[in-house]
């Protein structure tokens, strides 16, 4: 009987390339499942939509979230539908924010008065519709950038450069917002157009000092005028004021001069009348009415009867004198010297 002697360095010789064929296969495979996976899965941001084409044939549009697709059959273009997307023209910005770059190609414009303006600006947009943003137009940004281009140059082209650069800048804006909407509504783009913005607007550098100069003569000349209408509204109306106020005073002291003529005629009317009626009792009442005026303006007062005859016994010339002397003032006479009383008394 023989002996068999098994040699097992010869048999893990043998067993060793069906072993790592089992496992390069089994890589194989594995890599070929995680190569269909990878391309089957995607995922789609809070702010997008994911728009699969099938062999470049719109198929479906996936919201938010993992999403599957056929593998190397459908393919995914994820559009920011709810991200606000913004456009720079005639300057371009860093990525840090801090530094812009001018490009003049874009920026330097012919204004209607045939003067140059740089005009950098910015479009604010959004995409609204994605299928026809990926699928009415082709290239859309770039065809987007060309229709802000031409529509820019053509409304500043239609105005003066005074009215670009200073007061005018507002309604540029409006302008091109409004044409800007209306021309990609004509190409059936899907984008709304949320702001338009001049960054900056200015005149060609070598014509920049005499354009702050006319810029300061015109605010110099602004300056004079509003003090002018400030001035004019604080005197005209003052004046006004005053006429009318002279104008009141005047009507009042004619009704009031005719008022009291009506009155003193009435009265004299009545006063006639009365006295037609009793010529004595009116005549005795108008002497004391009379007198009753009179009298309390007078200082002092001397009664003497119309029957006494001779000098009085006692002649108060010392309380006489302040009345003399204020009649005479009114009168404009000097006064007349007050007798002194002589010790012996009068005779």
């Given at each position: 009987?023989?002996?068999?002697?098994?040699?097992?360095?010869?048999?893990?010789r043998l067993a060793a390339p069906r072993v790592s064929g089992r496992?390069?296969?089994?890589?194989?495979?594995?890599?070929?499942?995680?190569?269909?996976?990878?391309?089957?899965?995607?995922?789609?941001?809070?702010?997008?939509?994911?728009?699969?084409?099938?062999?470049?044939?719109?198929?479906?549009?996936?919201?938010?979230?993992?999403?599957?697709?056929?593998?190397?059959?459908?393919?995914?273009?994820?559009?920011?539908?709810?991200?606000?997307?913004?456009?720079?023209?005639?300057?371009?910005?860093?990525?840090?924010?801090?530094?812009?770059?001018?490009?003049?190609?874009?920026?330097?414009?012919?204004?209607?008065?045939?003067?140059?303006?740089?005009?950098?600006?910015?479009?604010?947009?959004?995409?609204?519709?994605?299928?026809?943003?990926?699928?009415?137009?082709?290239?859309?940004?770039?065809?987007?950038?060309?229709?802000?281009?031409?529509?820019?140059?053509?409304?500043?082209?239609?105005?003066?450069?005074?009215?670009?650069?200073?007061?005018?800048?507002q309604d540029v804006e409006s302008a091109v917002q409004h044409e800007?909407?209306?021309?990609?509504?004509?190409?059936?783009?899907?984008?709304?157009?949320?702001?338009?913005?001049?960054?900056?607007?200015?005149?060609?550098?070598?014509?920049?000092?005499?354009?702050?100069?006319?810029n300061q003569a015109q605010q110099q000349r602004d300056r004079l005028?509003?003090?002018?209408?400030?001035?004019?509204?604080?005197?005209?109306?003052?004046?006004?004021?005053?006429?009318?106020?002279?104008?009141?005073?005047?009507?009042?002291?004619?009704?009031?001069?005719?008022?009291?003529?009506?009155?003193?005629?009435?009265?004299?009317?009545?006063?006639?009348?009365?006295?037609?009626?009793?010529?004595?009792?009116?005549?005795?009442?108008?002497?004391?009415?009379?007198?009753?005026?009179?009298?309390?303006?007078?200082?002092?007062?001397?009664?003497?009867?119309?029957?006494?005859?001779?000098?009085?016994?006692?002649?108060?010339?010392?309380?006489?004198?302040?009345?003399?002397?204020?009649?005479?003032?009114?009168?404009?006479?000097?006064?007349?010297?007050?007798?002194?009383?002589?010790?012996?008394?009068?005779?």
């Open positions: 009987m023989k002996e068999f002697v098994i040699d097992i360095s010869r048999v893990r496992v390069g296969a089994r890589l194989a495979t594995a890599a070929i499942v995680v190569g269909l996976a990878w391309s089957a899965l995607y995922q789609v941001g809070p702010d997008e939509i994911g728009v699969v084409r099938r062999f470049g044939r719109y198929v479906r549009a996936n919201q938010s979230g993992l999403r599957l697709k056929l593998p190397f059959v459908e393919t995914a273009v994820k559009v920011p539908v709810q991200r606000q997307l913004r456009q720079e023209f005639g300057f371009r910005t860093t990525t840090d924010r801090k530094q812009t770059q001018r490009v003049l190609d874009e920026s330097t414009m012919l204004t209607g008065d045939l003067n140059v303006a740089v005009v950098e600006w910015i479009v604010q947009y959004r995409i609204a519709d994605p299928y026809r943003f990926l699928f009415r137009v082709q290239n859309g940004e770039a065809v987007f950038r060309d229709l802000a281009a031409a529509v820019m140059e053509s409304v500043v082209g239609d105005r003066t450069l005074t009215e670009v650069v200073t007061v005018g800048r800007l909407q209306t021309a990609v509504e004509r190409y059936d783009m899907g984008l709304r157009i949320d702001q338009v913005v001049l960054q900056d607007v200015n005149p060609p550098d070598p014509v920049k000092p005499s354009w702050d100069e006319v005028i509003n003090e002018a209408h400030a001035q004019y509204n604080t005197v005209v109306p003052k004046a006004r004021g005053e006429a009318a106020q002279t104008v009141l005073a005047a009507d009042g002291y004619g009704i009031d001069r005719v008022n009291r003529a009506e009155g003193d005629a009435s009265r004299f009317r009545q006063v006639d009348e009365a006295y037609q009626k009793a010529p004595d009792v009116t005549r005795r009442r108008l002497q004391l009415e009379t007198l009753g005026r009179v009298l309390p303006r007078v200082g002092g007062k001397v009664v003497l009867d119309k029957d006494a005859k001779g000098v009085l016994p006692l002649l108060p010339l010392d309380r006489l004198a302040p009345a003399v002397t204020a009649a005479a003032q009114a009168t404009g006479k000097s006064a007349p010297p007050t007798p002194t009383p002589s010790n012996g008394g009068s005779r």
